[in-house]
């Protein structure tokens, strides 16, 4: 990654595609707990295109929650498909966008954004997914039903999937060249279509075993082998909800501090990544803004903030409506 890039900030604040309400905050308390100044402090420019939501359906007594499943899918496809392009814009000007999500159904819009552009340029797309969780569930797999589980099986062209779920919009990815990192919650299917198509589970054992350096190490060169574009997708709980409560979906034995801090330290220094999610941060039940402040702080690190690094100087902050 250079020195200095535009970074593009789309906010996506839904949580259609989660069972917990709350993270359709998200790309706000990332802006509060102060994303583009860590961004400008490291001579970034960047440009905040606010936040794509879907219009609030009229009030009734009815939980959000409890909203139908029909009205979520809804909401959901009618993101990605707007995100999608946003995103293809973003990339064909040769910037890189940072998507605040939101749920982890965002991806379905975002990892398009990128197949479609890559596709275009014949550049190969590699996925990291920094998750405790696969989500390569289809509507036939899962149990929940819950669209934020499933974003990687759809982009993979797993079979299930309505035609509701196809479009222009859409992007498609080789299941071989994602690598999952910090799992720790897979469900059984799941388990059996990741290993059947090839999918990279660098799970917590993995991690324990091998540690992030020589994983990432690895991941890295295979990427750079091929001049391929590394999207990288970061979920909250991959970290250990000791460092980071503010999720819905949390699972014990998560990522550490200094893990979490040394994949996107290592990142950086690769050059390869080129467009980056944001995501699953839930404010509501969040402790004083820790999680939020440490998905800044990994961002950070992601664009270059290093432990001995200097402070750099003010750059323009524009602000799109």
């Known amino acids: 990654m250079s020195k200095s890039r535009r970074i593009d900030l789309v906010g996506i604040a ?27 402090e490291l001579e970034h420019e960047v440009v905040d295109h606010g936040d794509l939501r879907r219009p609030h359906p009229l009030l009734d007594a009815t939980p959000a929650s409890q909203r139908l499943p029909d009205e979520r899918r809804r909401d959901v496809l009618d993101l990605a498909s707007r995100v999608s392009d946003q995103g293809l814009a973003i990339l064909d000007a040769g910037h890189f966008p940072v998507f605040l999500g939101g749920d982890h159904s965002i991806a379905m819009g975002t990892v398009s954004a990128v197949a479609r552009h890559c596709t275009a340029q014949g550049k190969p797309v590699f996925v990291l997914w920094i998750d405790a969780h696969a989500d390569f569930n289809t509507p036939d797999t899962s149990p929940t039903g819950n669209l934020h589980g499933m974003p990687l099986a759809l982009l993979c062209g797993e079979p299930g999937f309505s035609d509701e779920f196809q479009g222009a919009w859409l992007g498609r990815i080789d299941p071989r060249q994602v690598s999952i990192i910090g799992a720790r919650s897979v469900d059984r299917e799941e388990r059996k279509l990741l290993s059947a198509r090839g999918v990279e589970v660098l799970d917590m054992r993995k991690i324990d075993e091998s540690g992030v350096v020589s994983l990432m190490r690895t991941l890295l060169a295979r990427v750079k082998a091929v001049g391929g574009h590394l999207h990288v997708s970061l979920d909250l709980d991959a970290m250990d909800p000791s460092i980071a409560p503010g999720g819905g979906t949390l699972v014990p034995g998560g990522l550490s501090y200094r893990e979490a801090h040394l ?9 390869l990544v080129g467009s980056l ?15 939020a402040t440490l998905l800044v702080d990994l961002v950070a690190s992601l664009f270059g903030r290093t432990i001995m690094g200097e402070a750099a100087g003010p750059v323009e902050f524009v602000t799109e409506d």
Do not use: K, Q, W, Y
């Open 14 to 40: 839904t949580a259609a595609g989660a069972s917990v309400r709350g993270c359709g905050m998200g790309p706000e308390a990332l802006r509060v707990a102060g994303l583009a100044e860590a961004l400008l």
């Open 277 to 291: 999610d944001v995501v699953e941060l839930n404010p509501f039940l969040d402790h004083g803004g820790t999680s």
């Open 263 to 271: 994949i996107m330290e290592m990142l950086h220094d690769s050059g």
